[in-house]
């Protein structure tokens, strides 16, 4: 019989502490064996306020009843406080999936409830960690998500850009292919400067578009008002903002990536070294863009999104299964199909493919793709 790698070992603590988190205030519930009768627990729960001189002196407290492990739920960015103070303290931190750890349907529920019935599940051995990343990922992270939503606001305002023109009767957009091209941008500016000869704004035309005069022409006439000109302002000036932001954020990006390298290692037991082991940040970025699909943004995402340390993830299936890019095997007597993949990591999942994501784990080596699911839990 095959013994599993939960059957080796169950992960039993004998000190935990769990804390049900909330905006203000988590509820701790700590769990002690009894110092006179064998086999009984000793339980303490109380309520810690969030602010960091509480949640140091927690920490204190839980090292001087020597407590091995602290779990607690990955309740929106509440948790980021307690974790990293109690962990900076010291202190083994488990952040768990709230799915992973659900009440049993019925039981009343309170943050006290819930904050005895996860310390009974960790010290039993019945949550699994989800992956936290050390800091300098955590930082990458913070700036590829910041400059996603920047990129998303701006295109959003480019639409609002060529939504307010269609209002003006400018059909600009189907005889330019890019509104802020070149061209298209410096009509755009005329326009807010008060030109409205359709003629003389066909004259700023460039490259290609020179010998479109006519169709420019016929297009740039409509009844642009000067309602339709202050707004047009406020919105390019707004798309320009964002590329400045974003300019600074992949100068920031960039800098930091630098400073990055792979962790320290060797053999991963199959006789192959991982591709970031001892590799700086710079060079496994281009190793990145080698693959198909992922280009240099992609690829800093990529990083900042699973981190560094590929033996987190055992096999390139695992990395694919974290990032719900396969479907979910359900098997029921000799019948087997494939359910939805699931969610996912919603900022990994728009940068790649199945068989992109198995080339990250391989370093780009080999193409397989492995089973469907392998129900692997990490953070998000």
Same mark, same amino acid.
């Given at each position: 019989?095959?013994?599993?790698?939960?059957?080796?070992?169950?992960?039993?603590?004998?000190?935990?502490?769990?804390?049900?988190?909330?905006?203000?205030?988590?509820?701790?519930?700590?769990?002690?064996?009894?110092?006179?009768?064998?086999?009984?627990?000793?339980?303490?729960?109380?309520?810690?306020?969030?602010?960091?001189?509480?949640?140091?002196?927690?920490?204190?407290?839980?090292?001087?009843?020597?407590?091995?492990?602290?779990?607690?739920?990955?309740?929106?960015?509440?948790?980021?406080?307690?974790?990293?103070?109690?962990?900076?303290?010291?202190?083994?931190?488990?952040?768990?999936?709230?799915?992973?750890?659900?009440?049993?349907?019925?039981?009343?529920?309170?943050?006290?409830?819930?904050?005895?019935?996860?310390?009974?599940?960790?010290?039993?051995?019945?949550?699994?960690?989800?992956?936290?990343?050390?800091?300098?990922?955590?930082? @990458? %992270?913070? &700036?590829?998500? /910041?400059?996603?939503? #920047? !990129?998303?606001?701006? +295109?959003?305002?480019?639409? $609002?850009?060529?939504?307010?023109?269609?209002?003006?009767?400018?059909?600009?957009?189907?005889?330019?292919?890019?509104?802020?091209?070149?061209?298209?941008?410096?009509?755009?500016?005329?326009?807010?400067?008060?030109?409205?000869?359709?003629?003389?704004?066909?004259?700023?035309?460039?490259?290609?578009?020179?010998?479109?005069?006519?169709?420019?022409?016929?297009?740039?006439?409509?009844?642009?008002?000067?309602?339709?000109?202050?707004? @047009? %302002?406020? &919105?390019?000036? /707004?798309?320009?903002? #964002? !590329?400045?932001?974003? +300019?600074?954020?992949?100068? $920031?990006?960039?800098?930091?990536?630098?400073?990055?390298?792979?962790?320290?290692?060797?053999?991963?037991?199959?006789?192959?070294?991982?591709?970031?082991?001892?590799?700086?940040?710079?060079?496994?970025?281009?190793?990145?863009?080698?693959?198909?699909?992922?280009?240099?943004?992609?690829?800093?995402?990529?990083?900042?999104?699973?981190?560094?340390?590929?033996?987190?993830?055992?096999?390139?299936?695992?990395?694919?299964?974290?990032?719900?890019?396969?479907?979910?095997?359900?098997?029921?007597?000799?019948?087997?199909?494939?359910?939805?993949?699931?969610?996912?990591?919603?900022?990994?999942?728009?940068?790649?493919?199945?068989?992109?994501?198995?080339?990250?784990?391989?370093?780009?080596?080999?193409?397989?793709?492995?089973?469907?699911?392998?129900?692997?839990?990490?953070?998000?």
């Amino acid at each position: 019989m095959e013994e599993t790698r939960e059957d080796q070992a169950d992960g039993a603590v004998a000190r935990v502490a769990a804390i049900d988190i909330a905006k203000a205030s988590g509820v701790v519930c700590m769990r002690l064996p009894h110092e006179e009768r064998e086999g009984r627990r000793v339980q303490q729960v109380w309520t810690v306020a969030s602010t960091t001189n509480a949640v140091l002196e927690l920490g204190d407290r839980l090292l001087c009843q020597g407590v091995q492990r602290v779990v607690m739920e990955a309740t929106g960015s509440y948790w980021k406080p307690f974790f990293y103070l109690l962990e900076a303290r010291g202190l083994e931190c488990w952040l768990v999936n709230a799915r992973e750890v659900k009440n049993v349907p019925g039981r009343p529920k309170t943050d006290r409830l819930d904050s005895v019935w996860l310390a009974k599940l960790a010290e039993r051995g019945m949550v699994r960690a989800s992956f936290v990343p050390p800091k300098p990922v955590r930082q @990458l %992270r913070d &700036l590829t998500r /910041t400059r996603t939503a #920047f !990129t998303q606001d701006r +295109t959003r305002h480019k639409h $609002r850009v060529e939504k307010l023109l269609e209002d003006a009767q400018i059909k600009l957009s189907t005889v330019v292919s890019d509104l802020f091209g070149v061209s298209g941008r410096a009509m755009l500016d005329a326009l807010v400067a008060g030109e409205r000869r359709p003629r003389a704004l066909a004259d700023l035309a460039r490259g290609s578009l020179v010998k479109k005069r006519e169709a420019l022409i016929e297009a740039l006439t409509g009844q642009f008002e000067e309602h339709h000109g202050h707004l @047009l %302002r406020i &919105l390019l000036n /707004t798309v320009d903002h #964002f !590329t400045e932001q974003i +300019t600074e954020l992949d100068r $920031r990006i960039t800098a930091l990536v630098d400073e990055m390298t792979g962790p320290p290692g060797g053999d991963e037991g199959d006789g192959r070294t991982p591709a970031a082991v001892g590799r700086a940040g710079r060079e496994l970025i281009k190793c990145l863009d080698a693959i198909p699909g992922v280009g240099p943004a992609t690829a800093q995402i990529i990083l900042a999104e699973i981190g560094l340390d590929m033996s987190r993830f055992p096999s390139p299936e695992h990395l694919v299964s974290w990032a719900k890019l396969c479907p979910r095997t359900i098997q029921s007597g000799t019948k087997n199909t494939a359910g939805p993949a699931g969610r996912g990591n919603p900022w990994l999942r728009p940068t790649g493919n199945r068989q992109s994501l198995s080339h990250v784990r391989r370093g780009g080596c080999s193409t397989g793709t492995g089973p469907r699911d392998h129900g692997v839990l990490y953070a998000q």
